[in-house]
C-alpha cells in the first residue's frame, strides 16, 4: 500500500475513534448515565483502565505478543456487556469504560501499534453498532453512524498489512511480523 494513503486512512480511522470516544463520554453525560454513579464503579472503571492501558504500554515497549493486550480489552468489552445485561449497575460501568477504550484504542492506531487494529476492528464491526442499536437516538444519528462504521472496517481491512505485514528498516528479510511472536513467547517463559 502506498505508505501516504495508509497513513491517511491510519489517521481517519484513529480520529475518527478519538472522536468517537469523547462522543461517548459526551452522550453517557447527557443521557444521565454517568451522573452520580456509584463511586466504587468509578474506581472500578479507573482502575481497569488504568490497568489495560499499563499493559498496552508495557507490551508496546517490552515488545510482548499483540494478542496480550488486544485479549484484555476484547475481553474485558465481553464481561462488561454480559454485566450490563445482567445488572444495571453493570450499564454504567460499560458506559463509562467504553470511551476511554474508544479514545485509547485511537491512539493505538495512529501510532500504529499492532493490538489497537483487532480491537478498532471490533468496536467498528461489533461493539459500535451494538451501542448504536442500543442507545435512544434520533435515525439519522445511527444512520451516520453505521456509515462511519463501515468505512472505518474497510479503511482497517486495508491497514491489515501495514499493522501486520513486514516493518521497514528491519533488515534483509523485512523483519518479523506481528504475528509471529511465538520465539518471543517461549523466550519470556525462560
Not at 73 to 80: A, E, W, Y
Not at 117 to 139: E, K, N, R, Y
Amino acid at each position: 500500500m502506498n505508505p501516504r494513503i495508509a497513513r491517511i486512512l491510519q489517521s481517519f480511522v484513529g480520529l475518527s475513534l478519538v472522536a468517537g470516544g469523547i462522543g461517548l463520554l459526551v452522550g453517557g453525560l447527557a443521557s444521565g448515565t454517568l451522573r452520580d454513579p456509584p463511586t466504587w464503579a468509578v474506581l472500578l472503571v479507573a482502575t481497569w483502565v488504568v490497568l489495560l492501558f499499563l499493559l498496552a504500554v508495557v507490551s508496546v515497549r517490552r515488545r510482548w505478543p499483540w494478542a496480550l493486550p488486544a485479549g484484555a480489552f476484547l475481553g474485558s468489552f465481553l464481561i462488561l456487556i454480559l454485566w450490563a445485561r445482567l445488572d444495571p449497575t453493570g450499564h454504567t460501568v460499560l458506559a463509562g469504560f467504553a470511551p476511554y477504550v474508544a479514545f485509547g484504542t485511537g491512539f493505538g492506531i495512529l501510532y500504529r501499534h499492532a493490538w489497537a487494529w483487532p480491537v478498532a476492528l471490533a468496536s467498528v464491526s461489533g461493539f459500535g453498532p451494538i451501542v448504536l442499536l442500543l442507545a435512544p437516538l434520533p435515525d439519522a444519528t445511527v444512520a451516520s453512524g453505521f456509515v462511519l462504521f463501515l468505512l472505518d472496517a474497510i479503511a482497517l481491512l486495508a491497514l491489515h498489512e501495514v499493522f501486520f505485514g513486514p516493518r521497514e528498516g528491519a533488515g534483509p528479510s523485512g523483519g518479523r511480523r506481528a504475528w509471529e511472536w511465538s520465539d518471543r513467547f517461549k523466550s519470556m517463559k525462560r
